[in-house]
């Protein structure tokens, strides 16, 4: 059983930028165990609200807080054991290898654990995100889509390590899938939504609108910045509200399940299981 209420909350979040409001009075709460995607059009703010909720940038306004803590009183050695992220873009000017990329989310807060335990929580993250093989490639002669999956095992490296001080936790993966292929699309996801059935909070987010409602537990909607809906994905999308975020139309005929207008492979529709 999972420890009752949220890990991390943002209440009436406001960012500005350039004069102008990127995100505007954003409320939502991340829970252990659950899979939360963050779906909207380009410059919806999604990226903004994410970099809001991990604390590398400050709220114009509201309140965030992470364990119970305001996320901003959190030192910084804390936070990392606490939430781990996998940014939209990364570039690395070193030549590091694909061994150190994902070592790098053990250094620091993996002190505590034994080198030989260090060296196992690298070889399973690689391992878990199918990136084993390339351990000793230099990564900048990897293809985007292995640089991504290199980062997701950093981000797993970051969670393991960091359990040894933080016992709730919470993923944050920024757009993971964008150079991926379908299959390794799926692996992301499937090992993202097993993350959280082990009661860490999950939040993604994601262009791909099948992919989101078929993986997501709570869907969250923005567009020009709001957060405008929010729930299970079955009570969230409809029609008009497909039209009015995306300017789309759409035949709600067309849906794999009421209310969810989308053609999804018939292997994958449903909730995965985790």
Known sequence: MFESGPILSGRE??????????????SLELAGGTTTILIGPNGAGKSTLLK?????????GGR????GEPLETVPAWRLACQ??????????AFPFSVYEVAQLGVDGIGRALTRQRREAVVAEALAAAGVLDLAGRRYQT????????????????QLEAGRSVAERQVLFLDEPIASLDLCHQLALLDMARSIAARGVAVLIVLHD??????????LVVMDRGRIIAQGPPAQTLDDALLHQVF???????????PGLPFLLPQQHRGRPTA
């Open 13 to 26: 979040i406001s960012f500005l930028a350039g004069g102008r409001r990127l995100v505007a009075e954003a």
């Open 52 to 60: 809001l909720l991990t604390g590398e940038i400050k709220p114009a």
């Open 64 to 67: 965030i807080e992470i364990a």
């Open 83 to 92: 939430r781990s992220v996998m940014a939209q873009h990364a570039r690395l």
């Open 142 to 157: 990897l293809s985007g889509g292995e640089q991504q999956r290199v980062q997701f095992a950093r981000v797993l490296c």
């Open 209 to 218: 609108l099948n992919l989101a409602v078929t993986y997501a537990d709570h």
């Open 247 to 257: 300017r789309v139309d759409l035949s709600l005929s067309r849906a794999p399940a």
